[in-house]
């Protein structure tokens, strides 16, 4: 069993910033990508960013240049750190892992979500 737990949500004024964390803990043998997704109502889940355990990024369009994408490999865990945020980027926020298991089985894995509110 995999868990992803996210922390850091919350509510921000245009402008501000917040920082996401999501530590994965539980039976596996490696974590490659980890990434987070959003989802805002009445919206598809879309992709925000992601990073390998090398540290290569992708970044939608969107997000370039006020999201940073980091990772503790040691810790399992994996960062977002969001400046300049706009009321558009209000969503429900998700951490996912692609897991390698015991058994060398490969899981998709996410976590529950962290509420991000942009609003004065």
């Known amino acids: 069993q995999v868990q992803l737990v996210e922390s850091g949500g919350g509510l921000v004024q245009p402008g501000g910033s917040l920082r996401l964390s999501c530590a994965a803990s539980?039976?596996?043998?490696?974590?490659?990508?980890m990434g987070w997704y959003r989802q805002a109502p009445g919206k598809q889940r879309e992709l925000v960013t992601t990073i390998t355990s090398g540290g290569n990024t992708n970044y939608a369009d969107l997000v370039k240049g006020r999201f940073t994408i980091s990772r503790d490999n040691a810790k399992n865990t994996v960062y977002l750190q969001m400046n300049s945020l706009e009321p558009e980027d209000t969503a429900v926020y998700y951490c996912?892992?692609?897991?390698?298991?015991?058994?060398?089985?490969?899981?998709?894995?996410w976590g529950q979500g962290t509420q991000v509110t942009v609003s004065s």
């Open positions: 996912n892992a692609e897991v390698l298991r015991f058994g060398l089985k490969r899981t998709n894995d």
């Open positions: 539980g039976s596996f043998l490696r974590i490659f990508t």
